[in-house]
């Protein structure tokens, strides 16, 4: 009897109703943690594993020489309906060791518990020693064909499709720190292109705090938790950070970004990308340009409001993986732009008097635009986060054809730390064979054996040239689109430990990023510096920093020392002339609203029509709404996405109230600490204090019949960003145009100009 029929009847019948069911149950808001629903009782019948949620992926099913399989992506998953061995052997128990009797010691020769537990015991791998806190997504780039002017690359070409990996990332914290902390962000993207990954390794920073990649490990060192202590995790607010960039004054400009909101990001969806460093590129005719990379969010650039952060670091510290993984399944795909500073290639490779070498300083976009060259969509979610977001690789150093660097002293210590640290997280030189970091382009390197080694290498003559394997691999041309190592001159000069005299200038920068910032900015770097310094335990540590702040500006620095209770100093250097940036500030532009979470708190008792309506617009508007009651379960035929001990104001990016709910039966200060003083209030305590946060954080606030009554209690009617009205559609089509512009700062006027 054929033994695969009736397994293929089983999965086909399983699929069958996997689908049906999912389709009649799946809720209206993402979140689900498995493809199909579960059943009370434990499933007893075999059948093949579930098919992936919708919105997950898998990387290619190429070969280790990056051959493709024409095998699904799930092929790489586990396979068939039963528990076996790593080597396919089928297990009718892994419950319980094998002993000695019931009651005896575990034999030496249970192959399975052994197995089992030996794997377990080295699932670990050595985290990242930065942006060892990330998380990832598989999409597609699209070239829009606007730099075939100044660069072969191909994967530039107009319409060419190429798959992408891209990691997001914190710097400073471990793997099991929170997403919202005050800190850079890393932005890097893998392109699988036809000639060869390219990786684009950016942050959400332009610049770095150093200028020269040997004081790399001091500044890390510097702002990880003390070695004795190990403490505070994943923050720079402790004394060795402050101490470091207040010594080494080329960090100030990156610290005035870090200090900023840019600091907090909204979401990754929210968030800029910058290559960092200038790149060479070089076009079929062999002429060159210098270039900056920057990625531009569809849903523009926006932050986390201070205390919105400090919440959500305790109550959701995976705030930003959810709302990244939320969005791709809700289909509200994350989307930004590709884009190119291109400045000329000279001998001395600045630009309006700006060193292009020097990593801690941005070329403004007024002097250089920032010109489109491609789109990005993140569409699909790791099918297994630590094959594919932990394990994959990125380098500086892998280029296609059309891309080469420049002599940056920070990218050029970078082109050697990558490969390097790779040897010890992923277990040796093999690690371009793991699925997720497989080249898309077919690979002939010579390069043999080694830890891991999944490829079978045909020939016996791994070396150039050869006559034994025919020749093979021949060296390519211009023809064969071979990579290009530009041949840049290099002057001639002596060998020194020394930076140009271009680098010298720390400040210039740092004051232009200041005054281009609009006043609710000025108020919130302020706060971040006064709260950043508060927290050193030294007072030399905190007056060193107020003298680099005096030559940035003497408001800033005021403002800072009157928070820290100390005079505030001259400056020891003239400050510059500078022409503020408009394109540094978030503020001041409207924006899609595209998966944006709106809380809708419901009264059992009050508009629930009202509450159906709005619900439907919000999804018609491509936002999420979140049903938020007094109970769980269904309110009015809705499903309940939140309940008033479970919410918090810092989930919802705009909060709607349809009516004004009394206090619960949990509205307990014994049960729930946010009840407070349930018998004070008529509407639920837990719902006064989501609008009162809500009004706090300059978020829009919107409420119709009862709901007004809410707001009133709360005290925020009549006050900027707060929309009040008879009908709940209507009231929803406000608010949405104040979320465009992210938040109310009006709210707050700002005291420096």
């Not at 100030?252 to 900023?260: A, E, G």
């Not at 650039?301 to 305790?314: K, T």
Request: hydrophobic share 40%; aromatic share 8%; charged share 20%.
């Amino acid at each position: 009897m054929d033994a695969s029929k009736p397994a293929k009847a089983v999965k086909d019948a399983v699929e069958a109703a996997t689908e049906k069911l999912t389709e009649a149950l799946r809720p209206d808001v993402p979140g689900a943690p498995g493809s199909a629903p579960p059943t009370v009782e434990e499933p007893t019948t075999p059948h093949d594993p579930l098919p992936p949620k919708k919105e997950q992926g898998a990387p290619e099913t190429r070969t280790p020489t990056g051959a493709e399989t024409g095998a699904p992506a799930i092929a790489n998953g586990q396979q068939g309906a039963y528990l076996t061995t790593s080597q396919g052997t089928r297990l009718r128990d892994t419950d319980h060791s094998l002993k000695a009797g019931p009651r005896g010691p575990i034999l030496l020769q249970d192959h399975h518990f052994r197995e089992k537990i030996t794997h377990f015991d080295h699932e670990r791998i050595p985290e990242r020693v930065v942006h060892a806190r990330g998380t990832g997504a598989h999409g597609v780039f699209t070239g829009y064909g606007t730099a075939a002017g100044i660069t072969k690359a191909g994967f530039l070409k107009q319409g060419r499709e190429t798959p992408v990996f891209v990691r997001f990332s914190t710097v400073l914290g471990f793997r099991g720190s929170a997403d919202t902390v005050r800190d850079t962000r890393g932005f890097a993207t893998k392109f699988y292109t036809d000639e060869g990954t390219f990786d684009l390794v950016a942050n959400n920073m332009p610049v770095f705090f150093i200028q020269d990649a040997i004081k790399f490990p001091d500044i890390i060192h510097a702002g990880k938790p003390h070695p004795d202590r190990e403490i505070p995790q994943a923050q720079s607010a402790h004394d060795t950070f402050w101490d470091f960039v207040s010594l080494h004054t080329e960090a100030q400009h990156h610290t005035m970004w870090n200090m900023s909101d840019r600091g907090i990001p909204r979401s990754y969806r929210m968030m800029e990308g910058f290559g960092v460093h200038t790149f060479r590129l070089v076009n079929e005719a062999g002429e060159t340009v210098l270039v900056k990379f920057h990625w531009k969010p569809k849903l523009g650039v926006h932050s986390l409001a201070w205390e919105e952060a400090q919440l959500l670091n305790g109550i959701d510290p995976d705030f930003h993986r959810r709302d990244l993984y939320d969005a791709i399944e809700a289909g509200a795909y994350p989307e930004w732009e590709l884009g190119l500073q291109v400045l000329p290639d000279t001998p001395e490779e600045t630009f309006a008097g700006i060193d292009l070498l020097d990593p801690t300083k941005i070329v403004p976009e007024e002097l250089a635009p920032v010109q489109p060259v491609g789109r990005l969509v993140l569409n699909r979610t790791p099918t297994n986060f630590f094959a594919e977001s932990e394990q994959v690789a990125f380098h500086v150093g892998h280029l296609p054809p059309g891309i080469d660097v420049t002599n940056d002293p920070l990218l050029q210590g970078r082109l050697f730390s990558y490969v390097d640290t790779q040897l010890t997280r992923l277990g040796g030189p093999n690690f371009s064979q793991i699925p997720i970091n497989r080249p898309h382009a077919p690979v002939n390197d010579m390069l043999r054996d080694g830890f891991h080694q999944h490829a079978v290498h045909a020939g016996v003559a791994p070396y150039r040239p050869n006559s034994l394997d025919g020749g093979n691999p021949f060296p390519a041309g211009d023809a064969e689109n071979a990579f290009v190592d530009v041949p840049v001159t290099v002057a001639e000069a002596p060998k020194v430990r020394a930076n140009p005299a271009s680098f010298d200038d720390h400040f210039s920068q740092a004051r232009l990023f200041w005054l281009s910032m609009s006043p609710v900015e000025k108020e919130h770097i302020i706060r971040a510096y006064t709260f950043e310094l508060g927290k050193c335990y030294h007072q030399a540590i905190k007056e060193r920093q107020l003298r680099c702040l005096a030559n940035i500006d003497p408001v800033l620095c005021a403002q800072v020392a009157a928070g820290l209770g100390l005079p505030a100093p001259e400056p020891t250097v003239p400050l510059a002339d500078v022409t503020p940036s408009p394109a540094l500030s978030q503020v001041g532009r409207v924006w899609p609203a595209d998966g944006r979470m709106v809380g809708i708190v419901v009264d059992p008792d009050g508009d629930l029509d009202g509450v159906g309506a709005v619900r439907e617009a919000v999804f018609a508007a491509g936002m999420v709404p979140l049903l938020v009651a007094p109970h769980g379960g269904m309110v009015g035929g809705l499903p309940v996405q939140r309940t008033f001990a479970t919410a918090r104001s810092v989930e919802f990016d705009a909060l709607l109230l349809a009516g004004a709910p009394a206090p619960a039966p949990d509205a307990l200060p014994a049960r729930d600490a946010k009840a407070g003083t349930a018998d004070a209030v008529t509407v639920d305590p837990r719902v006064l204090l989501m609008v009162e946060e809500t009004w706090r954080h300059a978020k829009a606030i919107g409420g119709w019949g009862a709901g007004e009554a809410a707001l009133r209690q709360a005290g925020v009617t009549g006050t900027p960003g707060v929309v009040t009205g008879d009908g709940a559609v209507d009231v929803l089509t406000e608010v949405k145009q104040l979320m465009a512009a992210h938040r109310t700062w009006e709210r707050f006027p700002a005291s420096v100009a």
